[in-house]
């Protein structure tokens, strides 16, 4: 018998209407307002994107949020988990994503709003200790991995831990931008606990 421990929680959503046309106008509003280059593609100078606009897809991903906390999470005191920043990407044809993890945030999400077949995001296991010895497997699975590739479609959501280190790869096959919006999200309330010198609150 094998029994996975500490596992690392990738959550994803659909949602299940595209684009209105109120949608459409605040991503063209929001390009428009300025995109600054990154490396390997770009990103908008707006990155409080939710605080004005995309109301709707916010309360998509708020709704998830929930979710992921409730089942993933699990804390034993109330926690507002909330949206911190929230930004547009655009990744040309052969364009990519380097290597990265999000600081100063718990859960991090992406939710993409245009993309093509073969469109995807990989995330790599960042334990130093595990590559110490190095084992050329038979085949790959979800234990002698050190990274892992999701599928990503037009509509849906990927919700991780912001610590986890991922990228997305040039998609030479792509013919058309890639557009996704990215976000991170922390907490307010009670952290820890008092009686083991842990209690960290948060307002």
């Known amino acids: 018998m094998i029994t996975n421990i500490f596992p690392i929680s990738i959550y994803t959503a659909k949602r299940d209407s595209g684009?209105?046309?109120?949608?459409?106008?605040?991503?063209?509003d929001i390009i428009e307002e300025g995109m600054k280059r990154n490396t390997g593609n770009?990103?908008?100078?707006?990155?409080?994107?939710?605080n004005g606009k995309l109301k709707n897809i916010k309360q998509f991903c708020e709704e998830h949020i929930k979710t992921y906390v409730e089942q993933v999470i699990y804390p034993k005191e109330e926690l507002d988990f909330y949206i911190t920043q929230s930004w547009l990407n655009i990744t040309k044809p052969g364009e990519f994503h380097h290597d990265h993890s999000h600081p100063n945030s718990i859960i991090s999400g992406v939710f993409y709003i245009s993309t093509e077949e073969d469109d995807k995001i990989t995330f790599?296991?960042?334990?130093?200790?595990?590559?110490?010895?190095?084992?050329?497997?038979?085949?790959?699975?979800?234990?002698n991995s050190s990274v892992w590739t999701f599928s990503v479609n037009t509509n849906e959501l990927i919700l991780?831990?912001?610590?986890?280190?991922?990228?997305?790869?040039?998609?030479?096959?792509?013919?058309?931008?890639?557009?996704?919006?990215?976000?991170?999200?922390?907490?307010?309330?009670?952290?820890?606990?008092?009686?083991?010198?842990?209690?960290?609150?948060?307002?």
Do not use: C
């Open 160 to 203: 991780f831990p912001s610590w986890l280190e991922h990228m997305v790869q040039p998609n030479e096959k792509a013919t058309v931008d890639r557009i996704s919006l990215s976000f991170n999200i922390f907490a307010k309330g009670v952290f820890g606990e008092r009686g083991g010198q842990t209690e960290l609150i948060l307002e």
């Open 19 to 28: 684009l209105d046309f109120s949608e459409k106008k605040d991503i063209k």
């Open 42 to 50: 770009t990103s908008s100078n707006n990155s409080y994107i939710f």
């Open 124 to 143: 790599n296991d960042s334990d130093k200790v595990k590559k110490l010895i190095a084992f050329e497997p038979k085949e790959y699975n979800i234990w």
